[in-house]
């Protein structure tokens, strides 16, 4: 498993793919195990790095992850397989905005790591499968020092994305449904926690 994690590492380095930073999945980790999560959804698979550590906290750890590029997703399910996980990570090879989950499914913790211009739709879309007391995490909030900075940023495209999440970070700030900490841990978390309705 180790080996596995590894040349995963390995592979998203010199494929340029990237994967979460270690102090946010060890973060995650410890929050899976101390909330004792069971079901979780991921938006953004790549190559499985993080469903395959967040899957590995206990044995009764399950994770649906949706990934929508297609040389990603067989590399996912390669890692998945080698690491005999295909019991516990569900890889679904779509566009998270196109998919229809069943209205039954119900998640522990919802980790947000796919594109970051679409943060605020990830999060509408997939909130109605959390269950009470569930929990939406999203990466790269600091997206590599650029939120924040937005103003002085001189091109287009990077302006308009790190635009879209410190809008996202408002969003999560005003937003009455859930309960939002930050932390400044690898390029950036948030851990938003749905409130009890009948509170
Ligand atoms: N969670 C992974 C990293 C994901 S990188 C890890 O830490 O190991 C982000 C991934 O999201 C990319 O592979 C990209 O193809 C995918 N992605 C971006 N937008 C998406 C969408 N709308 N639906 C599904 N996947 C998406
Ligand atoms: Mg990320």
């Known amino acids: 498993m180790k080996e596995i994690i590894l040349e995963m590492e390995e592979y998203a380095s010199a494929h340029n793919v990237p994967i979460i930073e270690k102090d946010s999945i060890k973060f995650i980790m410890k929050y899976i195990k101390a909330n ?12 499985g790095y993080s469903s395959i550590l967040m899957a590995s906290v206990a044995p009764d750890v399950n994770v649906t992850t949706i990934e929508r590029d297609n040389a990603r997703y067989m590399e996912c399910l390669k890692n998945v397989k080698k690491c005999q996980f295909e019991q516990k ?12 989950l069943a209205n039954n499914l119900k998640f522990d913790m919802i ?8 943060y605020i739709n990830f999060f509408e879309k997939f909130k109605y499968f959390l269950n009470e007391g569930g929990v939406i995490i999203t990466d790269n909030l600091k997206f590599h020092g650029n939120v924040g900075k937005s103003a002085s940023i001189e091109s287009k ?3 308009s994305l790190v635009e879209k999440i410190e809008n996202y970070i408002k969003f999560l700030k005003e937003n009455k449904e859930f309960d939002t900490n930050f932390y400044d841990i690898g390029d950036g978390l948030s851990v938003s926690v749905k409130k009890d309705e009948k509170k």
């Open 36 to 47: 004792n999560i069971k079901n979780i959804l991921e938006i953004g698979s790549a190559i």
């Open 157 to 159: 495209n990077l302006k």
């Open 89 to 100: 990570i569900n890889v679904v090879f779509q566009d998270a905005l196109e998919v229809n």
């Open 111 to 118: 980790f947000i790591d796919a594109a970051k211009g679409q």
